[in-house]
C-alpha cells in the first residue's frame, strides 16, 4: 500500500536530503489512504514531448507559501489545487475525473512511481495561491505541470517517466 506523505513530513525528510546532498530548492517560482483501486494505465501510447508541458510559457504570480517552502502550488480556474513538492519527487492535485474510482479525491505521483488516484482526509496540495491559467506551466526540478484547455492538468515527470492528464470528465495515469 502507497501513503502519500503529508507536505510537511516530506519537507523534513527531504531537508535533510538536501542538505547532506547540498542541493537547492525549487528552480521557480495529510496523510493520504490510497484506495483499494488505484488508477491505471491508460492502453494508449503515454502523451509525447510534442504534447508535453515544455511548449506553454512560465506561469507567473505568487505559487508558493512559507508554510510549504521548496513547493510549488497552483489552482484550476474551479479553485481545486495542484502542487509540485521539492525536486520534483511528488507532485498532485485535489481533482479526480468523474471516471476515477469511487472514492478517490486526489490524482498523484510520488517518487518513482505511476499516477495514482487516491483517497485522502483532506486536500493536501490546494493552498491559497494564483490560478494557472490555461495555456502556462510551472516547474520544480524536472517536474512539470501545465493547465490546457477544458481546463486539463498535465503533470509529467522528468523524461516523461510518469505523468497523468485530467479533466473534469476523463484521466489518464502513466
Not at 490524482?107 to 487516491?118: D, M, W
Not at 505523468?163 to 473534469?168: A, E, K, Q, T
Amino acid at each position: 500500500m502507497r501513503r502519500l506523505l503529508h507536505p510537511g513530513l516530506l519537507l523534513t525528510a527531504l531537508a535533510v536530503a538536501l542538505t547532506l546532498s547540498g542541493c537547492g530548492g525549487p528552480n521557480d517560482a495529510e496523510s493520504s489512504e490510497p484506495s483499494s483501486e488505484s488508477g491505471t494505465a491508460s492502453a494508449e501510447a503515454t502523451p509525447g514531448r510534442d504534447n508535453g508541458v515544455d511548449k506553454y510559457p512560465l506561469g507567473e504570480g505568487p505559487h508558493t507559501v512559507e508554510s510549504d517552502p521548496g513547493w510549488v502550488f497552483f489552482r484550476v480556474s474551479a479553485g481545486q489545487g495542484c502542487g509540485i513538492g521539492p525536486i520534483g519527487r511528488i507532485v498532485g492535485c485535489d481533482i479526480v475525473p468523474r471516471d476515477a474510482p469511487p472514492g478517490t479525491n486526489q490524482t498523484a505521483i510520488e517518487g518513482n512511481q505511476p499516477a495514482s488516484y487516491v483517497r485522502a482526509a483532506s486536500p493536501s496540495f490546494t493552498r491559497d495561491v494564483a490560478v494557472l491559467p490555461e495555456g502556462h506551466r510551472l516547474t520544480n526540478g524536472a517536474t512539470r505541470c501545465a493547465v490546457k484547455a477544458g481546463p486539463t492538468v498535465h503533470c509529467e515527470t522528468a523524461n516523461d517517466a510518469h505523468g497523468f492528464l485530467i479533466s473534469p470528465a476523463t484521466g489518464t495515469l502513466w
